[in-house]
């Protein structure tokens, strides 16, 4: 079975941080970009980071830029999100994503065809 599993969400108070962790399983990565998105309530998802399959290119939603590092190790097949400096605007769901093999990087959710069942991250004193 092809899936994403998150974790590593939680409670935490403004400027702490947290790594959330996507664990790939039932067929290779390595090849796809990933990325992480997020949705609060009552809003619609938006893009956070991606990582390229090899992952020498990254790019980040400017609300995060400086904040937030993606990274990858393909021979685990697990995405990281490291964020630091955690501000209660990024309180949400957050969900890992894969793109299929081969295909360009890119921001926009419709261009992701696996999705993880989410972890929420709370960011409250």
């Known amino acids: 079975q092809v899936q994403l599993v998150e974790s590593g969400g939680g409670l935490v108070q403004p400027g702490g941080s947290l790594r959330l962790s996507c664990a790939a399983s039932g067929r290779t990565f390595s090849t796809s970009a990933m990325g992480w998105f997020r949705q609060a309530p009552g809003k619609e998802r938006e893009f956070v980071a991606c990582?390229?399959?090899?992952?020498?290119?990254?790019y980040y939603a400017d609300s995060v830029k400086g904040r937030f590092t993606i990274s990858r190790d393909s021979a685990k097949n697990t995405v990281y999100l490291q964020m630091n400096s955690l501000k209660p605007e990024d309180t949400a769901v957050y969900y890992c994503?894969?793109?299929?093999?081969?295909?360009?990087?890119?921001?926009?959710?419709?261009?992701?065809?696996?999705w993880g069942q989410g972890t929420q991250v709370t960011v409250s004193s």
């Open positions: 990582i390229s399959g090899g992952g020498g290119t990254t």
């Open positions: 994503a894969a793109e299929r093999p081969f295909r360009v990087l890119s921001i926009r959710p419709e261009y992701y065809d696996l």
